[in-house]
Structure formats: C-alpha cells, structure tokens
C-alpha cells in the first residue's frame, strides 16, 4: 500500500463543501426555529439609563426582546466567563449582562422573531436612551498611558552598545488595527432538544473550550450543553475565544424553549476582536561588517479598558539573529475598545514586520545586500532561552528563495531597475514562529468489514484537518483512505484545545498514531492467539499493519490478515481511545522558519503598487499534504500582501466609531492583487520534535510578507514607509 503521509491529497472534505452539503453554525435547520437580531450600542462608553421595546414587540412575528433587564440568569464571577484563551489580567465582556456599555457596536439588545428579516426590522425600532461618558479609542493620543505588560527581558547593556556602535538604526513601524474578514460570519444555532438539552452549533475554532464557557455562564451540568462545529469558513484566530453569538443564541433557546439561530452582519463582525494597532520601536547598532552589537524591541500595542491581551511581539530578534546586548519591552494602551484578539500569526506578523523593516533599513546604512547581513548575524541558537533548536534549515530557505527569485540579479541601488513606466522593487524578510504541540485526545473505532472511524474534539478551520487525520490513520492502520471517516469538532468527543498557534497538525496526527498504536497491540493480541499463528512470538513493536493484514516488519511472509483476527477473536469492533502527551523538552527551541522575496512594480507616476512575485521558503519539518500546505502558505502571503498595502480600520475618534466596517471599504487583496506565488518547502529532517517529524504552517505563511513588500517598495522607489498600508498617498507624500 503506497503511503499516504506526504502525498499531495485533496481535501476529504472537498467534495461536501464545494457541493454545499457541508453545513455551516448558520444553516442547521430546526423546527419552530427563532431567528435573532443584535442591537448594537450607538454610544462609545456610558450607561443605558432607558430601553424602549414596545413599538418592535408591536410587529407581527416578533416574540420577544432580550436586554439586561430580562435576560435568562448568568453567573457574576469573572472566573465563570474566562475561556481557556482569555488573557490573565481582565474582567472578560460578559454580552446582555448590565447596563454598562465598555465600546461602540456593543450588543446591548436581542429581537427574536419568527422570521430574520422581521427581526432586523424590528431591531431597528428599539430606542435606548443613554448616559454617555469621556473615552478614548485613538492609541496615537494615549500613549503616554501606556503600562508594561511585564518586566523588560534583556541581555547584556543594549543601551551603551547602541551608543558605541559604528552603524546604528533607529525607528518606528506603524501597524494599523485590522480587523477580521472570514468569508463565514460569525453564527449560533441553539436546538432546544426534548429532552431539555441543548445543542448550539457555534462558529468556533474550540468546540470544547465553547462548551466550558457556555456551561459556567450559565450554570448548566456539561451533559446538559453540547457544542458542535463540524466546518469553519475561516476564522483565523478570531474564533479561539467564544464570541457573542453563543451566548445571545443559548440566551433565546432558554427564554423561549425553541430553536434559535443567531448570525452576525458583516458590519457586527468588527464589533469584537481585531489585530491591535501597534508601534513597534526598533533600535540596531552593528559594526562596519554588519555583525549586530545591539538590538532594541519596544512594541507598544492598544487593549481594552477591561483586558490586558498581549502577544510577543519583541522576542524574536533573539531566536533570528546572534547579539549580546538586547532589550525586549512590550507595553499596552488602554482604550474603549473591544479587547483584541489573536489574528494570524499574533506578535510575529507584526513584530517581524518591524524587525526585517528595520534590518534592510540597516543593511542599506552598511551598504550590504539584505541576505548577506542576515547570514553575518545568523543565530544557531535561541538566545533568549540560551538553547540548541530542533532543526533549523533557515540558510537553506535564504538560498533555495534566493536562487529561485533571482536575487543575483538585483541591483542594490533605489530607483535602479524599470519595467517600462514601472519602477521595479526586490525586497526580503526572514520568517520564524513556534512549532508548537498540545495534548489532543482521539478514538479509534475499527470494524470488522475493515472500516476505521476516527474522531475527536479537534477544529478544523479550513486548514485540512480532516485530510491530515485520515492520511496519518490511513498509514497507521495499514487501510485506504476510503475505508476512513473522520469526525471533528464535537464537545462530546476525545479532548482538544483550541485549533490556533499552528499547533493542530502535529497534536493530531500523533494522537491518531498513539491511538493507532493501541489498535495494533489489540489486532495482534488477537492474531497470536490463532492457532499456529506466524505471528505467535511478535512483540507489538515487531509488527505493522499494511493492506489490511498484520505484518512483521523484517519477514513480511509473516502475516495475519485483520479480518481473520478479528473473526478468530469474536470481534466485530475494536475501539481505542487515547489522549497523547508531548514530552516536557527543555533542552531544545522548536521554531519554523522562512525566507520570502518579493517583486513590486510601482507607477511612477500614479505611485500605484503591485505585487508581481512572491517566493517564500519554508522550513517546518515534515510535510505532511504538500497540497493542502502549499494552500496554506500561498493564503499567508495573501494576507501579508493585505497587510503591506491594503488593511486598516478606520476610525471616527470624535464618536469612537468604526467608518469601513464592510468589504467595500475595509480593502482586502482581490484576485487583480494576486500574481505569481511560489512556495518551496525545505526540507528539513526533526528527529527531536515528535516521532513523525512534524512542525505547523498556519501561522509562518504570513510572517515576514509586509516586511519583504515594504522593503521592495522602498528599493523600487527610495522612499521608505514605516506605516502600513503603504498607500498612494503615502508615496506621493
């Protein structure tokens, strides 16, 4: 049997989706089903002192109106609506739950009605009179309010050794707040079962971590709340935390004992969490041959009045690049905002968009060619943590990106290189994030007539999940890939965490080969006990199985077929169930890495950019679907080109309001935007990291592409813009 683990496999999953018998959280139907409408806050910060419903409970369908009035009981303790990802410090927003209102577009009411659009007109007809108060959501304004998120990390004297440096850097990069734009909106559908449970299908990307949320809110017994989440339509790190839906959909299901379903608007969906606006402040000071003396990382990041979110932003130069003087510092920006959250690659896409701007800035000071600096002050350690890596192909990522780009053929020199009326640009940046792993738990029912169900709690985001987890057990189990289902993403199944951090993958695929492991000590348990067994005298680790037999590893003459194991056996099923635990290594950083390289060609008349080509090099162990990989790098360094050139939130800071909550005007890549993308996967061989070699890509994809873009643009044209995007107007300034 040909091995299923690094095969380029489609999706298992594609065909339901793209024959839309996939279901979303806001499609499952139900009889008597409600539908909900969100009132929003039309004030930034204040209190409701009034809240009029009757001229909408006067519409026909209407059924009710839920506020903080008459809303079904919830708990009043932090502890109970902290989630598993809430950030330590911080009371969590708790929706519907006073009359206290903490950011503008807060849901503050819920019409429920027999039809949707009943419910949204309805909505419209809910007067709320309000006290208003002073606020503040302009992070530019506040910063002198700015506290540390922890004690500055720091190794040697940073400051003197900027101050005796031959060549020294110094800089702000801007990023603006971006917000979140997955195709799927954020959506709960509450079936009130017979028996008086419930079972809430939920855009999450944590079913279980959903479930524990909703159970302490409102006080249920866990048998009582079932969450499921069977396909995500993108979420990217905005659904690791329960948003608001979940709530308000459960809160109506409680009140009225019917089926409801709650689906956020496209202009709702910035009503909660976004990537923060951030500065990061970068200081580099190095010799005349571009070895780094020191190196300064101060990020200064927005959060919300009630939570401190933070990410790392600043501890990466010390994982890329060798110096002994290195100060790493992370402060926060109270504001009257929604509390942030995670957005692709947290920290690393913002914090390496300051970091790689900052070393071209410097490779340009010394008059040295950008990969050729990088290799002078190329680490082979972590340095913050003073330990050897895994694996680390980062030099041949440089190499292979380089060669296939051409990077040879650059002429260094700003302005230098034309297409016709088109300045043309060569830009690069350096990549890293964490290869991270989690306990992750699943089952394993084989049957039989040779059919293998495998199962547990995990999400999958669109990431191929369901692919990854039928290849490993395919291979594992010795069986086609079409005598496996696969079924995720249900509170009631094995334990997972959240699916973020690029750490699904890996976790995954070894809880399926843990379990595996068991199925096989079974099957062969059962096959000694044959008489006149050939495999008799075989101990567990002796055997695998392949083409639906038990087989010996060095005499494959030896074999017993499963069916005949499981026959001898009175067996009709086998079911495993395991929950596999990483070991605790201290003695190694496990990181991905990545080299990316970027094309642009700017009119230079009109300033307008684009991006001709990317290349991006990628180290992260062993791939497990080169197919859907390549997908998730090629969706990376679409963002990163959304974040170079197009994303920003806009607000209005007189009214604390957001002015582009819509596709229309929050600009993101369209397919004009897109041209060549071309991914290489290094190889790379990590006998430390987990048994199969594996490390995540969901997160390095985007790391280190504005970073590229922006350095391109300024090699195109000379000017240098640290505020992203980088805009017309910012190149015509």
Known sequence: ???????????????????????????????????????????????????????????????????????????????????????????????????????????????????????????????????????????????????????????????????????????????????????????????????????????????????????????????????????????????????????????????????????????????????????????????????????????????????????????????????????????????????PCDMRAPGAATGLYGLESAMDELSVALKMDPVQLRLRCYSDRDQNANLPYTSKELRECYSRAADAFGWARRNPEPRSMRDEHELVGWGMASGVWEALQMPVGARIVLTANGHAEVSSAASDIGTGTYTIVAQVAADALGLPLESLSVKLADSTLPQAPVEGGSWMAASAAHAVLRTAEEIRNELLSLAKAIPASPLKDADPADVILTDAKIVSRHEPHRAVSIADAMHHGQRERIEKQTVNQFPDDQKHARNTHSAVFAEVKVDEQLGVIRVTRVVSAVAAGRILNPKTARSQIIGGVVWGIGMALHEETLFDHRFGRIMNPNLAEYHIPANADVHDIDVIFVEEQDRLINPLGVKGLGEIGIVGVAAAIANAVYHATGKRVRHLPITIDKLLD
């Open 1 to 339: 049997m040909n091995a299923h683990v690094g095969t380029p496999i489609s999706r298992i999953d594609g065909r339901a989706k793209v024959t839309g018998a996939a279901k979303y959280s806001g499609e499952f139907r139900a009889d008597s089903l409600v539908y909900g409408f969100v009132v929003e806050s039309a004030i930034t910060t204040g209190r409701i002192r009034r809240i009029d419903v009757d001229e909408a409970l006067k519409i026909k369908g209407v059924l009710d109106v839920l506020t903080h009035q008459n809303r079904p009981p919830m708990a009043d303790r932090d502890e109970a609506w902290k989630d598993e990802v809430a950030p330590e410090k911080g009371s969590p927003f708790r929706p519907l739950y006073d009359d206290i209102v903490r950011f503008n577009g807060q849901p503050v009411a819920l019409v429920l009605a027999e039809h949707w659009e009943t419910a949204r007109f309805a909505a419209s007809l809910v007067h709320l009179d309000y006290q208003t108060e002073a606020f503040a959501t302009d992070s530019d304004a506040e910063r002198d309010k700015a506290f540390p998120v922890e004690k500055p990390q720091s190794r040697g004297d940073a400051a003197k050794a900027l101050a005796k440096a031959a060549i020294s850097h110094q800089a702000d990069y801007v990023i603006p707040t971006e917000h979140h734009n997955p195709m799927e909106p954020f959506a709960a559908t509450a079936i009130w079962n017979g028996d008086g449970t419930i079972t809430i299908y939920d855009k999450t990307q944590g079913v279980q971590n959903v479930h524990k949320y909703l159970c302490a809110v409102f006080q249920k017994k866990p048998h009582e709340l079932r969450v499921v989440s069977p396909y995500v339509g993108g979420a990217f790190g905005s659904g690791l935390r329960p948003q608001y839906e979940g709530v308000l959909a459960l809160c109506g299901a409680l009140m009225l004992k019917r089926p409801v379903r709650v689906v956020m608007t496209r202009q709702q969906m910035y009503g909660h969490g976004h990537r923060p606006a951030t500065v990061e402040r970068l200081a580099l000071g190095a010799r005349a041959d571009g070895t780094l003396e020191a190196i300064t990382h101060e990020a200064i990041a927005e959060t919300s009045r009630f939570e401190a979110f933070a990410r790392n932003d600043t501890g990466w130069a010390g994982l890329l690049y060798a110096s002994s003087n290195t100060r790493f510092s992370h402060k926060l920006v109270p504001l009257d905002v929604a509390t």
